[in-house]
């Protein structure tokens, strides 16, 4: 991934960002793609947008590294933190897949437009597929706000936390059930 030059992005990134996180999680975040700050330390979410997600991470009892892991749509950032173009996401699917295959989630999490849009191969609405199940090769699918568009709307916060609660019980359902 890191010598990848499957699109235009590779041309102006430090480095890839690939993911982090508990390689064996239960629940795997997906991402738009990198900032100006993850672009620079290799880690996605660790600028403004990662404080807010490891809050709401901390609120429903979870933690970054211990049973999450987190990926992007893209693995480079795109110029000026621009939406990722649909060429570029998928250019980088084949990667995401690896991902999901390798870390075996139970419950995907996509935070954003760009990133419910690779995993479920759909134009999406974010609107309209909150408090819905979908569904990526089998591994639930949850669909959010990214946490970069809270911080710019922040009264959809509570439209998150709804969200973050549908998850835990989706999760918890898979462990009852």
């Known amino acids: 991934m890191h010598q990848c030059q499957a699109c235009g992005l590779c041309a102006q990134r430090t480095q890839a960002v690939p993911g982090v996180g508990d390689r064996n999680a239960d629940w795997m975040l997906v991402g738009e793609g990198p900032g100006a700050e993850e672009d620079r330390r290799g880690e996605p979410f660790v600028g403004q947008a990662g404080k807010l997600l490891d809050a709401m991470l901390h609120a429903i009892g979870l933690e970054r590294g211990h049973d999450v892991y987190i990926a992007n749509a893209v693995k480079c950032r795109p110029p000026m933190n621009r939406t990722p173009e649909a060429a570029e996401v ?68 509570a439209k998150a936390w709804e969200d973050l609660c549908f998850a835990r019980r989706t999760m918890a359902a898979q462990f009852i059930g």
């Open 90 to 157: 998928a250019a980088c699917l084949p990667y995401l897949a690896r991902q999901v295959e390798l870390v075996q989630p139970k419950l995907l999490l996509a935070l954003g437009r760009p990133a419910a849009q690779a995993l479920l191969q759909t134009d999406v609405r974010i609107n309209a597929a909150r408090g819905r199940l979908f569904e990526y090769r089998g591994i639930p699918v949850i669909v959010t706000y990214h946490p970069a568009y809270l911080l710019r709307n922040p009264a959809d916060k």
